[in-house]
């Protein structure tokens, strides 16, 4: 019983935290701050997966998305010099098609799901690496790739600069 | 516990929010991180449907999409660097510019 509380609580602080960081990534001006706020996001999403039971996702996402992605924002803004965000005159345009997704979206699901409840799951963490390693070789080569293709990248940009 | 709907409903009203911002910005790094708001809400619906169908899978294709994620946002990031150099900004009405 106090579990479920407790559970029902830290989502609703959790959901609040995830949508006013979500609010602020789009509605401040410095670029600074919106990376900030997508890394507090990001964390909040990793609560969110921690609570559905998956444990070593939330691991992942905190790691991989929040220590490597939102800093690597970070660090390529600080590169650029402070630019004006300039915003498009037809706000009012996008915010109803964006309510009228929303909208749509929710009665499809709220006719489907319901109610259904979520129990939290138990995802053995020796059952995913053997699946990684033995099931899913070449998609984890392709994304190691593609992790070292970036990791170049940097460099090369960071080389330019200091060779300016 | 919670039911499923509010997880859903909760990375619905992400993705409305990441679609305003994608529209209503000129800034080419504001429309990348309105982006990551979609990629974060996507995610957070795969989760919460594969709770129901295959937990295991879901988590690998999750696992696999982070990753992706941070290399495409490298990709995308050293784009906006060299288009920074040659322009001198980032906004997305002058990347006429860029071509050639």
New interface residues.
């Given amino acids: 019983m106090y579990i479920?509380i407790l559970?029902?609580t830290t989502?609703i602080f959790t959901?609040i935290l995830?949508?006013l960081s979500?609010?602020m990534?789009?509605k401040t001006k410095s670029?600074i701050y919106?990376?900030l706020f997508?890394g507090m996001?990001?964390i909040s999403?990793a609560i969110?997966?921690a609570?559905?039971?998956?444990q070593?996702?939330s691991l992942?996402?905190i790691i991989?998305?929040v220590g490597?992605?939102v800093t690597?924002?970070i660090f390529?803004?600080v590169?650029?010099r402070e630019?004006y965000?300039?915003?498009?005159s037809?706000?009012i345009?996008?915010?109803s098609?964006?309510?009228l997704?929303?909208l749509i979206?929710?009665a499809i699901?709220?006719y489907t799901?319901?109610?259904?409840?979520?129990?939290p799951?138990d995802?053995p963490y020796d059952?995913?690496a053997e699946?990684?390693m033995k099931n899913?070789t070449l998609?984890l080569i392709i994304?190691i790739f593609?992790?070292i293709?970036?990791?170049i990248?940097?460099i090369?940009?960071a080389k330019k600069e200091v060779e300016k | 516990?919670?039911?499923?709907?509010?997880?859903?409903?909760?990375s619905?009203?992400?993705?409305?929010?990441?679609?305003?911002?994608l529209?209503?910005?000129?800034?080419i790094?504001?429309m990348?991180?309105?982006l990551?708001?979609m990629f974060?809400s996507s995610?957070?619906l795969l989760?919460?449907l594969s709770?129901?169908s295959n937990?295991?899978g879901?988590?690998?294709i999750?696992?696999?999409s982070?990753?992706?994620?941070?290399?495409e946002?490298?990709?995308l990031?050293?784009i906006?660097?060299m288009m920074?150099r040659v322009i001198g900004?980032?906004?997305v009405f002058k990347i006429k510019k860029f071509r050639g």
Wanted: charged share 10%; net charge negative; hydrophobic share 60%.
């Fill in positions: 479920e559970e029902l989502f959901s995830a949508i979500a609010i990534i789009v670029l919106s990376a997508l996001l990001g999403m969110f997966f609570l559905m039971g998956y070593l996702v992942f996402q991989v998305y490597a992605t690597f924002i390529s803004i590169m650029l630019t965000v300039m915003e498009l037809s706000k345009l996008s915010i098609i964006a309510t997704i929303l979206f929710t699901v709220s799901v319901g109610m259904y409840p979520t129990t799951i995802v059952k995913v699946l990684l899913y998609p994304v593609a992790l293709t970036t990791l990248e940097g090369i940009i | 516990m919670i039911p499923l709907f509010f997880y859903l409903f909760l619905f009203i992400l993705l409305s929010i990441g679609i305003i911002g529209t209503i910005n000129r800034n790094i504001k990348l991180l309105s990551e708001v974060n995610l957070l989760l919460s709770t129901i937990p295991l879901g988590s690998l999750a696992i696999f982070i990753t992706l994620a941070g290399a946002v490298g990709v990031v050293s906006l660097i920074f900004d980032v906004d």
